[in-house]
């Protein structure tokens, strides 16, 4: 698993998120969820308030050794890990600059006199360095430096004790909107992403569901519950995406035999690959996220063993695997073991052509 470093461009930040009115809801969930936890989750830099200031000249003799830094990595981590280079770094740490400078990266390059000029910052420049130093000595994600991930159309919070959502998982979003076009019951039916993490699926689902659909996030880590439940509060979805804390099929067990679909990107790699990840991966996610047990398969084989009781008739599933060793022995079992509980069980590939989903559906 290697981190993703596709950032786009900040004015997807402040793209007005879309409002969706939901007449006709059964359910309020506002009035009934409150996730089961004090935890409080952090807040990304790029919303914090510029409380702090600096001199220009000051900040640009952090980013002077910010950049040295980043440079004296070279392929270092690269040809270790597969980790970043120095270029990717550096490019982290324009980011960095964007979402801490509120003015923005164009005071760095201020023509006045720099140590007259002021520039207002979401973190003091203290934590800059110290925060810098994290990324290089200790290889501390990004993400987790900035307290966000940039995930399809989402720009979500996310910190340490959740895993930074992928790239490739945004297809598994894709997968549902293909189904629910084409099918109003699936469209206002009810939803559940298990193993929810920041709840970037749950999320990108909510968000294209029809007024009446609905979705249930779930996770064992009291941490992933209170941080998809504040990336849903922040998306406005709190009617739409219920946050629940259980075990995998334990907090829907009200709504068993009633889900339009079912979807999870559980852990999934072998326990004994853990220690080979990239450093940013192994050192700093978390262990509840990734390992999936001796084969990697544990999580997956218990989804697919109790997904036929929890789906209505018609309902679509799709799983996140390792790619297409653990993809075809899904699909295999779903046929053999669970003979005639489903039909069109398939592999799709992720953007880079690894087979790495099985979706279906339950026969009706
Ligand atoms: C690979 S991460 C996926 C997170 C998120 N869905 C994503 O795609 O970014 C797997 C998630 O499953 C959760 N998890 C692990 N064991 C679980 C269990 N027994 N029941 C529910 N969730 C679990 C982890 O806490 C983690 O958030």
């Not at 203290?126 to 000595?137: A, F, G, T």
């Not at 509980?341 to 979706?359: E, L």
Request: aromatic share 10%; proline share 6%; with cysteine.
């Amino acid at each position: 698993m290697k981190v993703s470093f596709i950032r786009p461009s900040l004015s997807s930040i402040f793209k007005p998120i879309l409002f969706q009115t939901l007449p006709n809801r059964p359910v309020n969930f506002s009035k009934i969820s409150s996730p089961p936890t004090s935890l409080k989750p952090q807040t990304p830099l790029f919303l914090k308030p510029a409380n702090y200031r600096a001199t220009l000249s000051d900040l640009k003799k952090w980013q002077l050794w910010a950049k040295n830094l980043a440079t004296s990595v070279g392929t270092k981590f690269l040809d270790s890990d597969n980790g970043p280079d120095s270029a990717l770094l550096l490019r982290e740490l324009g980011w960095l600059i964007q979402d801490a400078v509120l003015e923005g990266p164009t005071s760095l390059s201020s023509e006045n006199n720099p140590s007259e000029v002021v520039v207002s910052l979401r973190a003091c420049l203290v934590d800059l360095y110290l925060l810098w130093k994290q990324r290089i000595e200790e290889r501390r994600p990004f993400q987790y430096l900035v307290g966000c991930e940039h995930w399809r159309d989402l720009v979500l919070s996310v910190e340490e004790g959740i895993l930074i959502p992928r790239p490739e998982t945004e297809l598994i979003v894709d997968f549902v909107s293909d189904v629910v076009k084409e099918n109003e019951v699936l469209r206002e039916g009810l939803w559940a992403d298990l193993g929810t993490g920041s709840g970037a699926i749950a999320i990108g689902i909510g968000r294209i569901l029809g007024s009446c659909g609905r979705a249930i996030a779930t996770d064992l880590s009291p941490i992933a519950v209170s941080v998809a439940s504040y990336n849903v509060q922040r998306y406005s979805l709190q009617d739409k995406v219920q946050v629940k804390q259980g075990s995998w099929f334990e907090p829907l067990k009200e709504d068993e035999g009633k889900f339009a679909g079912i979807v999870s990107n559980p852990p999934y790699i072998p326990s004994e690959d853990i220690g080979g990840l990239q450093a940013e991966v192994g050192k700093h996610e978390p262990k509840l996220a990734l390992d999936g047990g001796a084969t990697g398969m544990n999580d997956l084989l218990h989804l697919c063993n109790g997904i036929a009781s929890m789906l209505r008739p018609g309902g679509f599933f799709a799983f996140e695997t390792n790619g297409e060793k653990q993809s075809k022995f899904l699909v295999d079992y779903m046929e053999n073991e669970s003979k005639g509980s489903f039909f069109d069980v398939k592999v799709a590939s992720d953007f880079a052509g690894i087979k790495r989903f099985v979706t279906g559906y339950r026969a009706t």
